[in-house]
């Protein structure tokens, strides 16, 4: 079984629109990560949420976290075509596994101009 | 902006060869991991390493696969006989601390073609 998972698998929308990506998890964990990758590049981190959090803020991006449901959202505001990026959450587990990231199969976005 | 460095960005190698990826985590981190994405795939966990021992492994880090800190700055990932489905992006990562607690920086890659 996978830890977490990420929907939709793609998401295809105009500059200027709002970009919503999900992501659920089976075990509990300590905390949730939001990270972005280019085409072929590295992972850049985004936002970091904790398991007693619910919501963060970073700039345009918007995450929640919902523990009783095991989910959580990343939300991109007013989106620009340089944010076209696949988009990973993972998780940190609470019990055991303190050092390693599980991350979802992520989310590929395409924002056109 | 420190980063973390990887070389080479790109290896080619033959099936049976042994593979030495490199990296040089951020100066301050402690805590050191090693992740390979297949193309098209998620990002898949293979070791983390603390004080000088792997503190966690996963399955697909099996006894073809080993890693060291050399001299205190380097990171390595060896793969003794390479095979075809060794074909990854290999990336490295580090943190300043463990990562209950903070979030891991990660290199720009190896991308490993076993042929």
């Known amino acids: 079984s996978q830890q977490g998972e990420e929907d939709p698998q793609a998401l295809s929308i105009q500059e200027g629109e709002n970009a919503t990506m999900n992501c659920s998890y089976k075990?509990?964990?300590?905390?949730l990560q939001w990270y972005r990758q280019n085409s072929g590049r590295g992972l850049v981190h985004l936002i970091l949420?904790?398991?007693?959090?619910r919501e963060k803020h970073s700039g345009r991006l918007r995450v929640t976290l919902d523990t009783s449901k095991k989910s959580s959202s990343l939300l991109i505001t007013a989106s620009r075509a340089a944010d076209t990026a696949s988009y990973f959450c993972?998780?940190?587990?609470?019990?055991?596994?303190?050092?390693?990231?599980?991350f979802g199969a992520g989310t590929r976005l395409a924002v056109h101009p | 902006e420190p980063e973390v460095t990887q070389t080479p960005s790109h290896q080619v190698t033959q099936m049976g060869q042994e593979v030495i990826l490199r990296c040089v985590p951020i100066?301050?981190?402690?805590?050191f991991y090693w992740y390979r994405q297949i193309l098209g795939q998620k990002v898949e966990f293979l070791v983390s390493?603390?004080?000088?021992?792997?503190?966690?492994k996963s399955e697909i880090f099996d006894d073809q696969f080993s890693v060291e800190r050399p001299d205190g700055s380097n990171f390595t990932l060896k793969i003794r006989s390479t095979k075809l489905e060794d074909s990854a992006m290999y990336f490295c990562?580090?943190?300043?601390?463990?990562?209950?607690?903070?979030?891991?920086?990660f290199g720009q890659g190896t991308r490993l073609t076993v042929v």
């Open positions: 075990t509990s964990i300590n905390n």
């Open positions: 990562a580090s943190s300043q601390i463990e990562l209950r607690d903070t979030e891991a920086f």
């Open positions: 949420i904790r398991s007693n959090e």
């Open positions: 390493f603390y004080n000088n021992e792997i503190s966690e």
């Open positions: 100066s301050n981190h402690l805590y």
């Open positions: 993972a998780t940190v587990l609470f019990s055991g596994g303190y050092n390693k990231l599980i």
